[in-house]
């Protein structure tokens, strides 16, 4: 059973465009939700989190929007550049443990 | 942030040879150190949980015998693929949990092992 589901499996986004990944999970635990961003050949690298007390959280070009009634968490990347094309994987994690439940994860491709 | 490091960076070795990872904290103290499998274009899959001076928690189906775990500092962790074979060729990476109140997970830059 997948407990977080990451769609879509890709996307070609134009420079200069919003980027949109969306998440659901199923395990209510859950009390904290990373965004990872990974190149090729590298591991990856934590690019914004939220926990289910607040329901959006922005850092520069990055959006977190979280809907803890939905279970649905997603990723919105705006004004989205080249140097963005990487692979997302959305995470979720009960604290208690800190085990990362990871998605499948979404190859982002931003066209110049 | 805090830095996790990876070594060997990439590893090829005959089948049948044992190939162990290294995964340092470098500027903190790790409580915890979890170990991934990533095969090409899926998603990272825990293999194990490594607590200082304990014996490592293996996920379901992962063979400990296979993948030796040793955390023997709260900044090295080692996983030793043991009788490798091509089946076990795949990006391994580490993450390390620090031991501050957010406890925030860094990951190391991942280790390639191709076994011929």
């Known amino acids: 059973q997948q407990q977080v589901k990451q769609s879509p499996q890709s996307l070609i986004v134009q420079k200069g465009g919003i980027s949109i990944i969306n998440c659901a999970y199923e395990?209510?635990?859950?009390?904290?939700f990373p965004w990872y961003q990974q190149f090729p050949g590298k591991g990856p690298a934590l690019l914004i989190a939220?926990?289910?007390?607040?329901s959006e959280k922005k850092e520069g070009r990055f959006t977190i929007s979280f809907n803890k009634s939905a279970k649905q968490f997603s990723l919105h990347i705006m004004d989205s550049q080249p140097g963005d094309s990487a692979t997302y994987f959305c995470a979720a994690l009960r604290g208690s443990n800190y085990k990362l439940t990871f998605g499948k994860g979404t190859l982002l491709t931003v066209n110049p | 942030g805090a830095v996790v490091s990876q070594h060997p960076s990439w590893v090829i070795c005959k089948s049948g040879t044992s190939v162990k990872i290294e995964c340092r904290s470098l500027?903190?103290?790790?409580?915890?150190m979890f170990w991934y499998r990533q095969f090409p274009k899926q998603s990272l899959m825990l293999m194990a949980t490594?607590?200082?001076?304990?014996?490592?928690?293996?996920e379901q189906g992962v063979e400990k015998d296979k993948f030796l775990i040793n955390h023997a500092s709260l900044t090295l962790s080692t996983l030793t693929v043991t009788s490798a074979h091509p089946e076990d060729s795949s990006f391994y990476i580490c993450?390390?949990?620090?031991?501050?109140?957010?406890?925030?997970?860094?990951f190391g830059e991942g280790s390639r092992l191709t076994v011929l």
């Open positions: 993450s390390a949990r620090s031991g501050t109140n957010t406890g925030e997970l860094f």
């Open positions: 939220i926990r289910p007390d607040v």
């Open positions: 490594s607590n200082e001076g304990s014996k490592a928690t293996y």
């Open positions: 395990n209510t635990a859950f009390d904290y």
């Open positions: 500027d903190f103290q790790a409580t915890t």
